[in-house]
Structures are given as structure tokens and as C-alpha cells.
């Protein structure tokens, strides 16, 4: 849903990627240093309770994931290899920060249901991104679906500052559950997607 938004984003986030760019600074450089900053913060922060600091340090680093790509757009260096680059530190951003809130509830929230609830979010969310993939390495668009990669990052997020706010560790149960029935029905609408392109591209033969 969200990334309906990411054409206004994009110019928004244009002056900051030019200034970088000036400096002699990779779109490479950028993919890197958010991603592990993202690594590093949601894994020292969300397992310790650290909820809305942790959220309030990833806001930063979370944005480069669209900076990058602005930079190399505008820097001509658009390229395959920043393309995977990009698509693979993406999962592992995604994994640490999921990781982390399930991690969460495995210590600090003292909860195995709600941690189950957060692998349930990683996992959905792996999945979801690897339909894609998958699919278009078949030929196939595989566009759309009803929990996008921004939309998992926002309630997840959401969810976390809630909580540390707060102190009410159902707002972020709640959240994840939202996630892993929402990705599990994303992961089944990019199946359907996928099924059709298939078979139309079978009846074509």
C-alpha cells in the first residue's frame, strides 16, 4: 500500500542523495552503512527492551534503503549489481529488526506466544519478498499484494514505539499478529499472480 508514496518520497529524499553524491560518496557505500547500522541497532535494542530508542535510532538509517537507489539513479550508476546488492541487504535489515522484536518477547516481554508471532512476521516477510524474486526470474510481474515491504516496516516499527512508550506489550503482539496473517495472505496473492502468469504463458505456446 505504502509504496504508492514512494514517488513523493523520492522527491524528498532527492537534495540529501545530490549532497552525498557530491561528497564522493557510493550509492554501495550508502546500502552498506544502513544496513549495518539497522543490524546493529535493532539487535543491541529491541532484545534488551530498548523498544522506542531503538526505533527512534533505526528512523535514520531505515530512509537509505530509498537513498541509494535515488543516488544511483541520479549519479547514472544504476546497475544489476546494486540492484542485488540492495534487495539482499534489504533482507537481512528485515530479519534483524523482526528478529529482534521476537527476540523481545523471548526476553524482556517474557512471552513464547508473541515470540512465535514475531518469527511468524520474519518469516512471512522472507517469503513474500522471495515471491517476487522467484517470480520475476520466471518472466512474471509480480507486482502489488496487501503487505508491502514499507507497510511491514512501518506497523512493525509502529508497533514498537507504541510499546516502549507505553509500556503495553499487546499493542506490538497485536502488530505482529496483524503481520503474519497479512504476509501470509500477501505470500498467497503473489502465488495466485504467479499460477495465472504461468498458465497464460503456457496456453501461448
Known sequence: MLEKLRSRWTRVILPPARGLLRL???????????????????????????????????????????????????????????????????????????????????????????????????????VTSYTKARGESLGIAVNGGLAGRADRLLLGLLGALLTGLLGLDWILAAVLIVLCVAGAFTVGQRMVIVQRGIRAADEDI
Open 24 to 126: 564522493g560518496i557510493s550509492p554501495d557505500v550508502v546500502t552498506w552503512v544502513g544496513t549495518v547500522a539497522t543490524v546493529a541497532i535493532a539487535l543491541i535494542c529491541f532484545p534488551r527492551g530498548w523498544l522506542w530508542q531503538g526505533v527512534a535510532a533505526l528512523v535514520v538509517f531505515i530512509f537509505s534503503d530509498s537513498l541509494d537507489g535515488t543516488m544511483a539513479r541520479e549519479s547514472g550508476r544504476s546497475s544489476r549489481w546494486g540492484a542485488f546488492l540492495d534487495s539482499t541487504l534489504d533482507r537481512i535489515a528485515d530479519g534483524a529488526i523482526f528478529g529482534g522484536l521476537a527476540l523481545y518477547f523471548a526476553g524482556p516481554g517474557d512471552s513464547v506466544p508473541w515470540a512465535a508471532a514475531g518469527i511468524g512476521a520474519l518469516v512471512f516477510g522472507q
